[in-house]
């Protein structure tokens, strides 16, 4: 796919606790959900080049559900990662910057959804992230 989707978060604190709190299950499931009516009640990361990162999204009323399942291709430890998911691929970056991180997410889209759509969703994931890494 030649257009690429692009969402970011500056995050305050420091590149250790991001990469942490951002690849480890027992955060990310605190975090992975676009909306506050849903949850995220699994996640497992296989965090090596063929691993597995699996996560269970749900709607909190038992309404919908799906299951997002990628292999790693990169990955340079507390720096980034490159995953392929559906036939898709996604990069991750995290870039520190005096006791905050940058993280990006550039990521191919699917043709189900309109562009804008997918973006909000990626970033409002994004987001909580940011809000759940910051207060913790």
Known sequence: MSHKITVSALIHADVEKVWDYYTNPKHIVNWNFADPSWHCPSA?????????YKARMEAKDGSFGFDFEAIYTEIEEGKSFTYEFGGRKASVTFNPQDQQTEVTIIFDPETQNPIEMQQQGWQSILNNFKNYTEAN
Do not use: A, D, F, R
């Open 44 to 52: 497992n990361n296989n965090m090596k080049i063929g691993g597995t």
